[in-house]
């Protein structure tokens, strides 16, 4: 079949050919006299291969002409010109077969207006994992996984692994696909479990639990659960601080760990100290150089009667401290031991209800100032002496034969 086309545009495709070639010299083109209504293609062809006379052919001497398809531009330039007249030409083999259309210059095109007939029918599950059903073409035969169609599937239990905790393993029952799940353990399944059969040798003990699972060396150790010992006592082994607890020793396996117990041994007040370490009871104190002074009340709340003790922790009591029972108003009865020697300015002052002052020392303790309040009797033994003194002639002094 013979394509045609006008002249005009062959020459056209001739200028498009020469300027292409050209260099940036403007191309000239002289008119034709004589145009011709139709040529053949094999016209087209040789045109577009000998440049006309009417094309300048000059050339910059400094510029190489391009490599040009002139084929191939002048197949293009037909098919711009020539209008395609589609025919049916069958439907294609690949899916989903569309109709394919053919046009009398040899051009063919799909379009997407028309299908072949067929039929999707399921085969089967897939071979590969998660199994979705097959479908298969009616037309050409071609498998096709449709994931909106999945199989039914079987989970088995395929084993634990072998680290701890043994997370279980889910295997696919159609293929070896597996997965883990970790909220499925060798333990929760009763199939291992931790078991304890030592502790540690450091006291509390606490027991070591193993994992019984085949394999595995896994340890936990909880931190309230120990083996099983006691706090053996001793009514001599106690606390040298007072109050003196009592301290247990561990029974087990000859740990020899001794703690301080909430049980105290057997101590009492006596004479206002500790039987055991002679601490005072009531009263604070310092110690220097074996000697010990009364400093003041333990708290604010104190007996009516009031024992200043001969010794404190083995070492005597030598002096009632400055101020040290000052504005004490509930004081109503005061003791003082054997070896006071010294009673130190305002001791009592201030102690508005305070009666009387026994004072055991056979010698006269040094006085400071403004110590008692006038009216407060001071009973003194039998024998004293160095009560004579300018300073106690102010208080209330009285003998006693006995205490």
Not at 15 to 26: F, G, Q, R, V, Y
Not at 270 to 294: F, P, Q, T
Request: charged content about 25%; aromatic content about 8%; proline content about 5%.
């Amino acid at each position: 079949m013979v394509k045609t086309i006008k002249k005009s545009s062959i020459l056209l495709v001739i200028i498009i050919l020469a300027s292409c070639t050209a260099t940036e010299t403007p191309t000239v083109v002289t008119p034709a006299t004589e145009i011709s209504t139709e040529v053949t293609s094999e016209e087209v062809t040789s045109a577009a291969k000998t440049p006309t006379t009417e094309i300048s052919t000059a050339k910059s001497p400094t510029t190489e002409p391009l490599n040009m398809d002139y084929e191939k531009i002048t197949e293009e330039a037909l098919n711009n010109e020539h209008k395609h007249e589609w025919i049916e030409n069958g439907f294609n083999e690949r899916h989903p077969h569309e109709m394919q259309y053919i046009c009398e210059c040899g051009a063919t095109g799909t379009f997407g207006d028309k299908f072949a007939t067929y039929t999707m029918d399921i085969t089967g599950p897939s071979k590969e994992h998660p199994h979705n059903m097959i479908r298969m073409c009616s037309y050409c035969n071609k498998e096709i996984e449709d994931e909106n169609l999945p199989t039914k599937l079987t989970w088995l239990l395929h084993g634990y692994e072998s680290t701890h905790p043994h997370h279980a393993i889910i295997k696919c029952s159609q293929c070896d696909y597996t997965y883990i799940e970790k909220n499925i353990t060798a333990m929760s399944n009763d199939v291992a479990k931790m078991s304890s059969t030592t502790s540690e040798e450091k006291h509390p003990h606490k027991r070591i639990f193993e994992c019984t699972y085949k394999g595995c060396d896994h340890t936990l150790i909880f931190d309230d659960e120990t083996a099983d010992f006691e706090l053996k006592t001793d009514p001599y082994n106690y606390g040298i601080a007072h109050p003196h607890y009592l301290f247990g020793m561990c029974d087990y396996n000859e740990c020899g760990h001794q703690e301080a117990l909430s049980e105290m041994t057997n101590w009492t007040w006596k004479d206002g100290v500790c039987s055991i370490c002679g601490k005072a009871h009531h009263v604070l104190y310092s110690m220097n150089d074996g000697r010990v002074e009364i400093t003041g009340l333990v708290t604010d709340t104190y007996p009516e009667d009031l024992k200043i003790p001969d010794f404190i922790e083995d070492h005597p009591v030598v002096i009632i401290g400055e101020s040290a029972f000052r504005y004490s108003d509930s004081l109503k009865y005061v003791t003082l031991g054997v070896n006071i020697q010294e009673i130190r300015s305002f001791a009592f002052e201030g102690c508005v209800d305070l009666v009387q002052v026994i004072i055991t020392a056979p010698v006269a303790p040094i006085i400071g100032e403004e110590v008692f309040a006038r009216d407060t009797i001071i009973i003194i033994p039998v024998g004293a002496i160095g009560y004579e003194g300018q300073e106690w002639e102010h208080y209330n002094v009285i003998i006693q034969e006995e205490f």
